[in-house]
């Protein structure tokens, strides 16, 4: 196999919490639109969390045929959807051959909505109810398969189940795919609609989530008053390809992919490294294989989930990676101030908010930080965007079993 091809990205696709295409969620991260509000999805009048970022106005009819959605869980659905647009912007389709073609896509946690569905059948009306789909729509695994028959790619197809790491893992494992030659294009991202009781249940009862029922105060990264994430759902979906080949056909192109690290804390199911060892090597690795210099004037998408351990421990392993001084320099934010936490979407959406940041020179803001924590005291664009030209940037991914993963961006001239 062919070593170190370069990769960039040539397609887009999004239905997240913002709005259901990349270019209106990008003038709503950039804008400061806050996503999040009172969760309609199912009757919440027992719940402590009462606050979701919900996609609104979704129909699968947009993009699936009647009989495809019903045998579909949510998640999936959003996946195909933000697929289909970045596959029809791109051009990719036809230009390479289907077995050089790959999927890879994340979620954390698949069909949850589907197994609390059937599983309620299961128990008040007993085991014949259960539907023969079940399994199918419920498996982590489905999205990644129903994009790779709807576009032809026979390649690998594949999930990245790495909790809130899950998007980001799915492209850092893409980029490896082309970079080493075992693909030419991966339809790359990540997917979540896990809004539902059973998950909302677990996650309050875990004290994970915020339970402000003031939107506005509710998704509070680096802010003194956070108190847990809010959670989110959708889907964002990356074309990545090989970039002589993406030349060659002329396509356009949004940023290369050029760095990535994936380690774990080896530590605790849930809680992060005190002293960041793991966060801090990943964006070390990517930043390595980025050829970061000091010269470098960086942008951090941080993971930034606005929980209270999270945040500062994040922000230890920014100084740890970039040095104190260069860490002071660079512009920091957490974009899940606007969109919740999407879980295994996460990483996609905030690979999307740095490839625009890189190409229009716009860092988005980190909304509703009122009241920075002097544990969390970085640069974290407090409440509206700035104008600055970075020439690197970087996404954080932090998920439960101690995932960690980053993902370097930079131009492509």
């Known amino acids: 196999m062919s070593e170190n091809r370069r990769v960039v990205v040539t397609g887009l696709g999004a239905i997240t919490p913002i709005a259901n295409n990349v270019k209106e969620t990008w003038e709503g991260l950039k804008n400061g639109t806050n996503g999040i509000g009172p969760i309609t999805l199912f009757d919440t009048e027992k719940f402590k969390a009462k606050l979701g970022a919900e996609v609104k106005n979704f129909d699968p009819k947009d993009y699936m045929e009647i009989n495809d959605i019903l045998r579909t869980d949510r998640y999936a659905q959003f996946a195909v959807a933000a697929a289909k647009q970045a596959v029809d912007e791109s051009g990719i389709e036809g230009t390479v051959e289907p077995e050089k073609f790959a999927v890879l896509f994340g979620t954390g946690i698949g069909g949850i909505g589907t197994f609390e569905t059937e599983h309620t059948k299961l128990m008040e009306k007993g085991p014949r109810r ?5 399994v199918p729509m419920m498996i982590a695994n ?12 026979r390649g690998s197809a594949m999930p990245a189940v790495t909790a809130c790491a899950s998007g980001s893992n799915a492209i850092g494992e893409a980029m490896r795919l082309i970079r080493h030659g075992y693909a030419d294009a991966v339809i790359t991202g990540g997917s979540e609609a896990a809004i539902n009781a059973s998950a909302i249940a677990g996650f309050v009862n875990m004290q994970a989530l915020s339970t402000s029922e003031d939107p506005n105060a509710a998704s509070l990264p680096f802010d003194k008053r956070r ?5 989110g759902e959708g889907s964002v979906a990356l074309i990545l390809e090989e970039y ?9 192109i949004y940023g290369e992919v050029c760095g990535y690290g994936s380690t774990c804390d080896a530590y605790h199911i849930t809680a992060p490294h005190p002293e960041a060892v793991g966060g801090t090597r990943a964006m070390t690795d990517a930043m390595n294989e980025a050829q970061y210099s000091e010269n470098d004037t960086v942008y951090v998408n941080a993971h930034g989930t606005g929980t209270p351990m999270n945040d500062m421990i994040e922000t230890i392993a920014i100084k740890n990676a970039l040095g104190e001084e260069n860490a002071r320099k660079a512009y920091i934010s957490s974009t899940k101030s606007m969109t919740g936490h999407m879980l295994g979407a996460a990483g996609a959406i905030e690979a999307l908010a740095c490839l625009f940041a890189l190409n229009e020179g716009i860092i988005p803001p980190t909304i509703n930080l009122q009241e920075q924590d002097e544990k969390c005291d970085l640069n ?5 965007a700035v104008k600055a030209d970075i020439t690197l940037a970087l996404s954080n991914s932090l998920g439960f079993g101690g995932h960690n993963a980053c993902l370097a961006f930079r131009k492509v001239y």
């Open 130 to 134: 259960v539907s023969p789909l079940f």
């Open 142 to 153: 489905m999205a990644a398969g129903l994009i790779a028959i709807r576009h032809g790619c």
């Open 227 to 231: 108190g847990g994430f809010v959670i």
């Open 244 to 252: 002589e080949h993406a030349v060659n056909r002329g396509a356009k």
């Open 380 to 384: 974290c664009v407090p409440n509206k």
